[in-house]
């Protein structure tokens, strides 16, 4: 073997290794895929859904509040699947920020009763949409009335190991993470985070890598859902949620914010059913979801 083969061999057996250390060093992000219970379009059992959201290549789901207890029970342990969260059945019906004593008291019993179903499926958290700016509930009344509701249940969630993680929607209400980390902050309860849903801040105020870096450490589940930059029509119509990586999210953006917080755990895809019509459908959804991981 002369000399300058040699070298050329050496250099190149170099690269390799330094490219292959890179690699071992470089961090896999540890997410989990899940996906929210009402946004999977097949039709049938707990069961059967449980099944083919397994086949698909979910890791979890996130049930809803009140189902049936023993049914979601014996689908998670035949399926193997796992229990990403629970999702509040009442907040959206009977809001905390209702003006009326009796409504809030069905909400805070939902929110309860989702909190129970949570320790009985090994879940840790609850997603809740806090409360309504709307229909005549001012955005100052909605933030009081449900901060009010929701420490009567800090008790529950303390003893059941259960966080109560506040969701961002369309509601009205906490349109900032300024005012997001102002609402966690008048709680003030480590047993009260935030469910960060990130395809929901797309439409309006700031984009979601903007939100990450403030609610930090309190983010204690994310939503993974795409937007689209689309105005609405004349009708005021916004446009169908598009598949994941066919809208206007900046993922590798949103990892990197997650990722520089020091986030784990469960990503839960909350898309349209159609896309996780069947099998076939949830794997492409699921296989998009590993593509966004992976940015």
Same mark, same amino acid.
Request: proline share 5%; charged share 20%; glycine share 8%.
């Given at each position: 073997?002369?000399?300058?083969?040699f070298l050329k061999i050496s250099a190149g057996a170099a690269a390799a290794t330094a490219f292959a250390s890179s690699a071992l060093a470089a961090p896999k992000r540890?997410?989990? !895929?899940a996906i929210m219970y009402s946004t999977i379009g097949v039709k049938g059992t707990v069961l059967k859904k449980f099944r083919a959201m397994r086949a698909a290549g979910?890791?979890?789901?996130?049930?809803?509040?009140?189902?049936?207890?023993?049914?979601?029970?014996?689908?998670?342990?035949?399926?193997?699947?796992?229990?990403?969260?629970?999702?509040?059945?009442?907040?959206?019906?009977?809001?905390?920020?209702?003006?009326?004593?009796?409504?809030?008291?069905?909400?805070?019993?939902?929110?309860?009763?989702?909190?129970?179903?949570?320790?009985?499926?090994?879940?840790?958290?609850?997603?809740?949409?806090?409360?309504?700016?709307?229909?005549?509930?001012?955005?100052?009344?909605?933030?009081?009335?449900?901060?009010?509701?929701?420490? !009567?249940?800090?008790?529950?969630a303390k003893d059941l190991g259960v966080k109560i993680a506040i969701e961002n929607v369309g509601n009205d209400f906490i349109l900032t993470p300024e005012q997001a980390?102002?609402?966690?902050?008048?709680?003030?309860?480590?047993?009260?985070?935030?469910?960060? @849903?990130?395809?929901?801040?797309?439409?309006?105020?700031?984009?979601?890598?903007?939100?990450?870096?403030?609610?930090?450490?309190?983010?204690?589940?994310?939503?993974?859902?795409?937007?689209?930059?689309?105005?609405? @029509?004349?009708?005021?119509?916004?446009?169908?949620?598009? !598949?994941?990586?066919?809208?206007?999210?900046?993922?590798?953006?949103?990892?990197?914010?997650? @990722?520089?917080?020091?986030?784990?755990?469960?990503?839960?895809?909350?898309?349209?059913?159609?896309?996780?019509?069947?099998?076939?459908?949830?794997?492409?959804?699921?296989?998009?979801? @590993?593509?966004?991981?992976?940015?």
């Amino acid at each position: 073997m002369n000399r300058r083969f040699f070298l050329k061999i050496s250099a190149g057996a170099a690269a390799a290794t330094a490219f292959a250390s890179s690699a071992l060093a470089a961090p896999k992000r540890a997410l989990r !895929k899940a996906i929210m219970y009402s946004t999977i379009g097949v039709k049938g059992t707990v069961l059967k859904k449980f099944r083919a959201m397994r086949a698909a290549g979910f890791e979890g789901v996130e049930p809803m509040g009140a189902m049936n207890r023993e049914e979601v029970v014996a689908a998670l342990n035949e399926t193997g699947l796992k229990a990403a969260s629970v999702c509040c059945h009442t907040h959206w019906v009977k809001p905390l920020s209702a003006p009326d004593e009796a409504t809030r008291k069905i909400g805070l019993d939902g929110l309860v009763h989702s909190l129970h179903d949570a320790h009985a499926y090994g879940a840790t958290s609850v997603l809740l949409v806090p409360g309504v700016a709307r229909a005549g509930v001012t955005y100052l009344q909605c933030f009081e009335r449900s901060i009010v509701e929701i420490k !009567k249940a800090i008790p529950v969630a303390k003893d059941l190991g259960v966080k109560i993680a506040i969701e961002n929607v369309g509601n009205d209400f906490i349109l900032t993470p300024e005012q997001a980390v102002d609402y966690l902050d008048a709680i003030n309860s480590e047993w009260v985070g935030w469910h960060f @849903d990130i395809g929901n801040v797309g439409r309006r105020g700031p984009a979601a890598e903007k939100w990450i870096p403030l609610l930090g450490k309190r983010i204690s589940r994310i939503h993974v859902k795409d937007y689209s930059a689309q105005p609405p @029509d004349a009708a005021g119509q916004a446009a169908a949620r598009p !598949k994941l990586l066919d809208g206007a999210t900046n993922w590798p953006a949103v990892m990197a914010a997650l @990722d520089k917080v020091g986030y784990s755990g469960w990503a839960i895809s909350e898309q349209p059913g159609l896309q996780a019509a069947d099998v076939e459908t949830a794997r492409d959804l699921a296989q998009r979801m @590993d593509r966004i991981i992976a940015s």
